[in-house]
Nanobody, 123 residues
Framework: VQLVESGGGSVEAGESLRLSCKAS????????MGWFRQVLGKQREGVAA????????YFNDSVKDRFTISQDIAMHTIDLQMDSLKPEDTGMYFC??????????????????WGQGTQVTVS
């Protein structure tokens, strides 16, 4: 499975960004897709995940009312709409693919494939 993120950039606080992740390869074997982020000097953390049945889990309470994860199964893409961005949202954002159970647990090791990441900077 190959994952390529896009859509990062630099914005001011209160603005929005939409991240997209395009998956290719044996995506049917990894029906859970998640977004993670890593702030400089901190561990990578889960943001949200969505499975093939469109069940969504938000792992981070600080984004639950501002970020929306969605997917286009036919196009093998997942998006992360980020509204009301804050400086603390700054970091590298990654998408990842895992087995179905990965969507129920906020555990990085559950995800077998990772993209290279896209930088989000909020000032």
């Amino acid at each position: 499975v190959q994952l390529v993120e896009s859509g990062g950039g630099s914005v001011e606080a209160g603005e929005s960004l939409r991240l997209s992740c395009k998956a290719s390869g044996e995506t049917y074997s990894y029906p859970c897709m998640g977004w993670f982020r890593q702030v400089l000097g901190k561990q990578r953390e889960g943001v949200a995940a969505i499975d093939a049945g469109n069940r969504i889990t938000y792992f981070n309470d600080s984004v639950k009312d501002r970020f929306t994860i969605s997917q286009d199964i036919a196009m093998h893409t997942i998006d992360l709409q980020m509204d009301s961005l804050k400086p603390e949202d700054t970091g590298m954002y990654f998408c990842a693919a895992g087995r179905m159970y990965a969507c129920r647990r906020d555990k990085l090791s559950d995800y077998a494939y990772w993209g290279q990441g896209t930088q989000v900077t909020v000032s």
